[in-house]
Nanobody, 126 residues
Framework: QAQLVESGGGLVQAGGSLRLSCAAS????????MGWFRQTPGKEREFVAA????????DYADSVRGRFTISRDNAKNTMYLQMNSLKPEDTAVYYC???????????????????WGQGTQVTVSS
């Protein structure tokens, strides 16, 4: 059974950095588009970043562009999100997701993804 597991969340002060990891198991995710989303209580899941199967196409939300970097290591079946210059408004539960052709065409849409992790909490204090 395919599974995605996030790790690396935690509490950090504003201006600090965190690196999230998303480890895939049960199948190889190298043919899949992968993405990071985040969600706060009472709000819809928000697109953060996405990366194509071989990393040739990358998208970022305007709110994180220039501060966050998405990457993947297909040999390790793992995706990463390096988060720098963190702000209190980055506080959320962060989810990784994987999807096929639908996600490749619409990488910012949560509904386009087939697989989701359980989420990891990121809290940025001011």
């Amino acid at each position: 059974q395919a599974q995605l597991v996030e790790s690396g969340g935690g509490l950090v002060q504003a201006g600090g950095s965190l690196r999230l990891s998303c480890a895939a198991s049960g199948r190889t995710f190298s043919p899949y588009a992968m993405g990071w989303f985040r969600q706060t209580p009472g709000k819809e899941r928000e697109f953060v970043a996405a990366i194509s199967p071989i990393g040739g196409s990358i998208d970022y939300a305007d709110s994180v562009r220039g501060r966050f970097t998405i990457s993947r290591d297909n040999a390790k079946n793992t995706m990463y999100l390096q988060m720098n210059s963190l702000k209190p408004e980055d506080t959320a539960v962060y989810y990784c997701a994987g999807g096929g052709w639908g996600a490749a065409r619409r990488p910012t849409m949560p509904s386009a993804y087939d697989y989701w992790g359980q989420g990891t909490q990121v809290t940025v204090s001011s």
